[in-house]
Nanobody, 119 residues
Framework: QVRLVESGGALVQAGGSLLLSCEAT????????WGWYRRTPEKEREPVAA???????SISSAVSGRFRVYRDASGATLYLQMNNLLPEDTAIYFC?????????????WGQGTQVTVSS
């Protein structure tokens, strides 16, 4: 059974940093698309960052210059480095992965990890 498990969420002051991890069990995703999303009461699902099967990255304008997405060499873990956090970054952060190599919708989703940024 394939599972994605996020970790690293915490309460942090504005200006601080966090490293979120998304660990895959049951298989690896070294040549697949991964993504990070976040959910707030105002936005059901907002894309944050994505890492494509060919290692291209995309970052939303809301976090550009502050967040970075990358994976480990084995394709077992996806990371989201978050710097200079703002109160508006407060959300539940989810990771997702696609089963097949190449573009397309995500097949697997994690349960999320809470990030709270205090002002």
């Amino acid at each position: 059974q394939v599972r994605l498990v996020e970790s690293g969420g915490a309460l942090v002051q504005a200006g601080g940093s966090l490293l979120l991890s998304c660990e895959a069990t049951g298989r690896t995703f070294s040549r697949n698309n991964w993504g990070w999303y976040r959910r707030t009461p105002e936005k059901e699902r907002e894309p944050v960052a994505a890492l494509s099967w060919n290692d291209a990255t995309s970052i939303s304008s809301a976090v550009s210059g502050r967040f970075r997405v990358y994976r480990d060499a084995s394709g077992a873990t996806l990371y989201l480095q978050m710097n200079n956090l703002l109160p508006e970054d407060t959300a539940i952060y989810f990771c997702a992965a696609r089963d097949q190599t190449g573009p397309g919708p995500y097949d697997y989703w994690g349960q999320g990890t809470q990030v709270t940024v205090s002002s």
